[in-house]
């Protein structure tokens, strides 16, 4: 039936045309955004996933700020801590020395001298940002190491550095006593070493010892933990890595795809408009029947 008051073709060529409008809307916006799920009505359980993800993506670059600054800071002492040793050895080299017969004890004590005056010179200069864990007023360092997701909870994982406290180690007689008074300055270190004459040289050999096994135990342990900080840094970056590209595989558009999707839309648009405007033409094939 044909009716001049209510044109059917037209009103589903219309719904035809505002479809094709609406798909075509949506595929603009995927191409300018890049995303096929870009807002929550798109897909709310996806979208409410992703978003969890972002929020651990943004707490993983947070964590990995930390073990860069931890990182670095263990390092210095690190490397403080391995001159020490160095310094310790070539000490040793001088007592040893010390010990035999016609030897310029004076020289050789100017030298030991001087390598106390370094090695305190080293532990006063290990520090990065303020933090120094090889002077006497040391503390154990804590770094944010990782966020641990258990369904809706989240819990953040520590690595605490035991701080070295080289200097106090290396006080002498203070450490011979228990010691562990922050306060004693650091131009007391080794103060159990003497090599004025050969007697004294030949006993500070052992107390040199203890003092260099100590040092070497120290710098062994800021390596260790220098390294696990590193080992952490490479699997928080990893794992970032793979969440970014777990949300991309649930949110980003397929490029490809939608763009042929695009020029499909663009020649249904075409046909959709031709189709409305034939419908719309129907009226006036009816007034040719009362001519």
Do not use: C, Y
């Amino acid at each position: 039936m044909s009716s001049i008051l209510t044109n059917n073709s037209a009103m589903v060529a219309l719904q035809t045309l505002k479809s094709v409008n609406s798909n075509l809307a949506k595929t603009q916006d995927m191409i300018s955004t890049g995303k096929e799920i870009g807002k929550a009505k798109d897909n709310s359980a996806i979208w409410a996933i992703s978003k969890v993800m972002e929020s651990d993506v943004s707490g993983f670059k947070a964590v990995s700020k930390s073990l860069s600054l931890g990182e670095s800071t263990v390092a210095v002492a690190s490397a403080g801590a391995e001159q020490i040793v160095n310094l310790l050895n070539e000490m040793k080299e001088k007592v040893v020395a010390a010990t035999g017969e016609n030897v310029d004890n004076g020289k050789l004590e100017a030298d030991v001298d001087a390598l106390k005056e370094q090695i305190g010179q080293v532990i006063r200069g290990s520090q990065f940002n303020g933090a120094n864990l090889l002077d006497a007023s040391a503390q154990d360092l804590t770094v944010l190491s990782s966020i641990d997701r258990n369904g809706a909870s989240l819990n953040a994982s520590n690595i605490t550095v035991t701080s070295a406290n080289l200097e106090t180690a290396l006080l002498g007689g203070a450490t011979a006593t228990g010691d562990q008074d922050t306060a004693i300055a650091a131009a007391n270190i080794l103060g159990d070493i003497n090599v004025s004459d050969a007697a004294a040289a030949e006993t500070s050999i052992a107390a040199l010892e203890v003092h260099l096994q100590s040092a070497v135990q120290k710098a062994a342990d800021l390596g260790a933990s220098s390294k696990r900080i590193s080992d952490q840094s490479d699997f928080v970056g990893k794992v970032t890595d793979a969440l970014k590209s777990g949300i991309g595989a649930l949110v980003d558009a397929d490029m490809e795809e939608t763009s042929a999707r695009l020029q499909a839309l663009q020649v249904q648009q075409q046909l959709a408009t031709q189709s409305l405007s034939i419908a719309n033409q129907a009226p006036q094939a009816i007034l040719s029947l009362f001519r």
